[in-house]
């Protein structure tokens, strides 16, 4: 079971260092599907859908969790394709919890 599916998210207001390079590539084995930027700063994934509908519900599944967790993801929808970014803002990079969501969003599929 991966264990960043036992985590919550916690909040971060700045002064946390980003994760580096080395702990990014390591945790990305257990978000699989999802990559990371050149400069290890956003996660990404993207989905296919059958259709609008599917694609909807998917991203309301997401929105939910967000709350749930109090970390949100950026959107992008293009009918029955979905895509999230994941980061942490107030550092401008990534941190845990970005990992943490994307092992639960990938929980919902």
Known sequence: MNALLQKHCVPCEG???KLSAS?????LLDIPGWE?????A???RRWK???FNEA???VNAVARLSEEENHHPDFAIHYS???L???THAITGLSQNDFILAAKINALN
């Open 15 to 17: 002064g946390v260092p």
């Open 23 to 27: 702990i990014v590539k390591t945790l």
């Open 36 to 40: 990371v930027d050149e400069a290890c």
């Open 42 to 44: 956003h996660l990404s």
């Open 49 to 51: 859908f059958k259709n």
């Open 56 to 58: 909807m519900a998917f």
């Open 81 to 83: 394709r979905v895509t």
């Open 85 to 87: 970014t994941l980061w």
